[in-house]
């Protein structure tokens, strides 16, 4: 059997802020701005867009790079008006396709925000980044997921060609979870699932291998592996 190598997808995400592997409560945690429907309708509609052209890649650093985000698929394999990724994991035979939503990384800049994850300073005026979890202060409690998949192919002893994938889907827990000993647990003490990236929770591993015999779920989280709900 291949080694299971989700974690690789990392390269590929953003860098995140990790947080103590203890069991820590968050239920003094708040957004940062406590924005009413009303005025949260209205700093959406002023956001702007991708179309606007005036949004920028960023460095790992944070530092805003001269190239515009576009839409449609662009050089380096993103999508960001559609939310994926779709090109090649940097080593050849290998494949990966991502997708996530609006509070994973959104495709509109409505607000400034503390470096590029972090809480947000001013949340109606524009810094030229696509927005992280937006209005909330971190990924914690803003329901946001992201699914990889990604196929390998290799040959096996028998010098025959296999195809290795995996389907992982990867949640920001809710507000009130803990994390302790490596796994998310809800406030109820309900396992959520294996803590990755130091914030998220891995709420189901799905393996193909015909030619390793590994096929099916490796995991399913107890509380439940659907997007909705965190």
């Known amino acids: 059997m291949k080694k299971i190598i989700y974690l690789l997808s990392s390269m590929f995400i953003i860098a995140l802020i990790t947080i103590s592997c203890q069991k820590e409560s968050f239920d003094d945690?708040?957004?940062?701005?406590?924005?009413t429907t009303e005025s949260f309708e209205k700093v959406i509609d002023e956001c702007n867009n991708i179309q606007s052209e005036t949004i920028h890649l960023t460095y790992y650093n944070g530092e805003l790079k001269d190239?515009?985000?576009?839409i449609g698929f662009m050089e380096n394999g993103y999508n960001y008006q559609?939310?994926?990724y779709n090109g090649d994991y940097g080593t050849p035979g290998v494949h990966l396709v991502m997708k996530w939503n609006d509070a994973w990384l959104s495709n509109k800049d409505c607000g400034t925000q503390i470096g590029r994850?972090?809480?947000?300073?001013?949340?109606?005026?524009p810094d030229q980044r696509l927005d992280r979890h937006y209005p909330f202060d971190s990924y914690q409690g803003s329901g946001a997921w992201l699914t990889n998949h990604w196929t390998e192919?290799?040959?096996d002893e028998d010098g025959n060609e296999c195809t290795y994938s995996e389907f992982i889907k990867i949640i920001a827990p809710p507000l009130d979870a803990y994390?302790?000993?490596?796994y998310w647990y809800t406030a109820d003490n309900i396992e959520i699932g294996e803590e990755v990236w130091g914030q998220f929770?891995?709420?189901?591993?799905?393996?193909?291998?015909?030619c390793g015999g590994s096929n099916g779920l490796y995991y399913n989280s107890p509380d439940h592996s659907g997007f909705g709900g965190w």
Do not use: R
């Open 29 to 35: 945690a708040t957004t940062s701005k406590d924005l």
């Open 179 to 182: 994390l302790q000993d490596g």
């Open 153 to 155: 192919t290799y040959i």
């Open 117 to 125: 994850e972090g809480a947000f300073s001013d949340t109606s005026t």
């Open 82 to 84: 559609a939310h994926m």
């Open 67 to 70: 190239e515009i985000i576009t």
């Open 201 to 210: 929770a891995i709420i189901q591993l799905v393996v193909n291998d015909p």
